[in-house]
Antibody, heavy 123, light 107 residues
Framework: EVQLLESGGGLGQPGGSLRLSCAAS????????MTWVRQTPGKGLEWVSS????????YYADSVKGRFTISRDNSKNTLFLQMNSLRAEDTAVYYC????????????????WGQGTLVTVSS | EIVMTQSPATLSVSPGERATLSCRAS??????LAWYQQKPGQAPRLLIY???TRATGIPVRFSGSGSGTEFTLAISSLQSEDFALYYC?????????FGQGTKVEIK
């Protein structure tokens, strides 16, 4: 059974940093591109970043480019999102999501999602 | 960036009736369109990909259609568990973008 479990959310200071993790199980992690998607009440679902199975290709939304870094440790089946220079508008529930099998693209659509971790940026 | 626009924002439907949700892309996305269902406190669940292919385990009452810029999700006979939020998402290019959602509520 595929499981994705996010952690690392919480209260962050404006200008500060947080690191999110997503522990994966139930599939061959290194074979799948992974993605972070965030959700706010006001803006709905927003794609944040994707990474290929090897980690060699990464993609970022303009809103986080230069501030967030996606990475993965395939030996530990874990996906990360390093969030720096936090802003109030980064406040959201952050989901990690897995790409489907038999699709060449890094992160077209997402067949499994974690339950999310809440990030609140406030002083 | 491709803007996805869903309509209506809220759809009131009686159980057993048919629901039709619309999603429009600001430019052609071919058939690179997915639909998700989300219930309160839960993560989104993949319903449809490739505009019309049901994901694993999705009941046949859910159907998707369309290509280019106009897409439809139909639920043939609404069950109690179908009252939820529905989102479309394009994966024709980067950045991936979602619609703002349609809430299907009990009439």
């Amino acid at each position: 059974e595929v499981q994705l479990l996010e952690s690392g959310g919480g209260l962050g200071q404006p200008g500060g940093s947080l690191r999110l993790s997503c522990a994966a199980s139930g599939f061959t992690f290194s074979s799948y591109g992974m993605t972070w998607v965030r959700q706010t009440p006001g803006k709905g679902l927003e794609w944040v970043s994707s990474i290929s199975g090897s980690g060699g290709s990464t993609y970022y939304a303009d809103s986080v480019k230069g501030r967030f870094t996606i990475s993965r440790d395939n030996s530990k089946n874990t996906l990360f999102l390093q969030m720096n220079s936090l802003r109030a508008e980064d406040t959201a529930v952050y989901y990690c999501a897995k790409k489907p099998p038999a699709v060449a693209d890094v992160g077209p659509y997402f067949d499994y999602w974690g339950q999310g971790t809440l990030v609140t940026v406030s002083s | 960036e491709i803007v996805m626009t869903q309509s209506p924002a809220t759809l009131s439907v009686s159980p057993g009736e048919r629901a039709t949700l619309s999603c429009r892309a600001s430019q052609s996305v071919s058939s690179n369109l997915a639909w998700y269902q989300q219930k309160p406190g839960q993560a989104p669940r993949l319903l449809i990909y490739g505009a019309s292919t049901r994901a694993t385990g999705i009941p046949v009452r859910f159907s998707g259609s369309g290509s280019g810029t106009e897409f439809t999700l139909a639920i043939s006979s609404l069950q109690s568990e179908d009252f939820a939020l529905y989102y479309c998402q394009q994966y024709y290019n980067w950045p991936r973008t979602f619609g703002q959602g349609t809430k299907v509520e009990i009439k």
